[in-house]
């Protein structure tokens, strides 16, 4: 399965608590240019995903259900769209969110394109959508680029760098729309998922704890903002001036390393894995700093969120990683990152010879400047 170079977040959770229940109606029509005979809708409830399935009458489908929290959920002509995960692919699926209530989806030309109308969820979401749009869209064109180039582009460093640089970019530009979108509606739902979103990767508390104050009470009580404040607790306990906790996991040599195996040094604690193309583009930095600062007191520990063992070996040897690699090769449930609240990748650790975390998610020039100034 490919991944994508750029991640878009959207959080499908819930508003509401768990205990409640509400029906859904979600009324559409088909133009006379669309041939099909049903639509296929997606969503998750629970712990579940579930698939619908309406057949089109009169030009016109109906989908009814209950929920227990407003979610979002994905609208297509059949089933194969829906799992379709190939960048490249040409896809007509709406994405919209689903609330109590009847939803109106009308569409006129391509479903992707449709107007969607209903409960105050659904349409909040729609005026989200289109204040991030700008930066979507410049975000989706990057990914576009990357899979339609060559493999050898792909695995050029600095086609991938700039890339990167230029997603960078786009991603910057989403969260100045972002701020502005949470400082202008403090009582939207999506606020809380404007925060969530851009916050995914890197979580810095004392950026994050005011936007979240400034929200409405009832935004703070939702199940989104509950989220939001559980992240603060946590990111709290791994922040700047906090004691590293201490985990082990074993290299690929079946040795047990562990971090405080590294005490009396600084060391970069570094998370990544083989599939994560950022990560990827990261690890030459990561080498000019490693052979620049190794015999000044400085050492790496990666982290792999690799499942697959093969891969995570090849990568190390690929990428020419001299220094300590450790994974349980659990993927995501790595009991490392588990630890460090890890929600993506890369994500980074300065730790100095006591055990507390001095920096946090430094990259490129940014990390050399660090270790020049303290070594």
Request: hydrophobic share 40%; glycine share 4%.
């Amino acid at each position: 399965m490919k991944l994508p170079f750029i991640t878009v977040v959207i959080s499908a959770v819930p508003l509401f608590g768990a205990a409640q229940t509400a029906d859904f109606h979600i009324q559409g029509n088909i133009p006379k240019t669309i041939s099909a005979d049903k639509a296929f809708l997606s969503y998750r409830e629970g712990n579940k995903m579930v698939l619908d399935s309406a057949t089109i009458q009169g030009r016109k489908f109906h989908f009814k259900g209950t929920i227990s929290n407003p979610v979002q959920a994905s609208l297509a002509y059949d089933k194969a769209t829906l799992w379709e995960r190939d960048p490249l692919a040409s896809k007509d699926l709406l994405s919209f969110y689903i609330g109590q209530g009847i939803t109106q989806v009308i569409v006129t030309d391509k479903l992707k394109d449709a107007k969607v109308n209903g409960n105050k969820t659904a349409n909040d979401y729609v005026h989200y959508k289109k204040s991030m749009a700008p930066a979507e869209d410049a975000l989706e064109k990057v990914n576009i680029k990357f899979y339609s180039s060559t493999p050898e582009q792909q695995n050029d460093t600095i086609y991938v760098n700039k890339l990167k640089l230029e997603r960078d970019q786009h991603f910057a530009k989403k969260t100045e729309l972002q701020n502005a979108y949470i400082n202008a509606n403090p009582n939207s739902y999506f606020s809380a998922v404007a925060l969530r979103d851009f916050t995914y990767f890197t979580f810095e508390v004392d950026k994050v704890e005011p936007l979240f104050l400034s929200l409405s009470e009832q935004v703070r009580q939702s199940d989104m903002g509950q989220i939001i404040v559980q992240r603060i607790k946590e990111t709290k306990q791994i922040s700047v001036g906090q004691i590293a906790p201490d985990f082990e996991q074993k290299d690929p040599n079946g040795k047990t390393i562990k971090l405080s195996d590294f005490r009396e040094k600084y060391v970069l604690l570094d998370f990544w894995a083989s599939w994560c193309l950022p990560c990827r583009a990261e690890n030459p930095n990561v080498k000019i700093v490693y052979e620049r600062f190794k015999d000044q007191n400085f050492d790496v520990l990666n982290v792999s969120l690799d499942d697959d063992r093969n891969n995570w070996l090849e990568a190390i040897q690929n990428d020419g990683l001299t220094w300590t690699q450790v994974s349980d090769l659990q993927g995501w449930g790595n009991a490392a990152s588990r630890r460090y609240y890890i929600t993506g990748v890369p994500q980074n650790f300065l730790i100095d010879p006591t055990g507390k975390i001095i920096a946090v998610n430094l990259k490129g020039k940014a990390l050399q400047d660090k270790l020049a100034e303290i070594l």
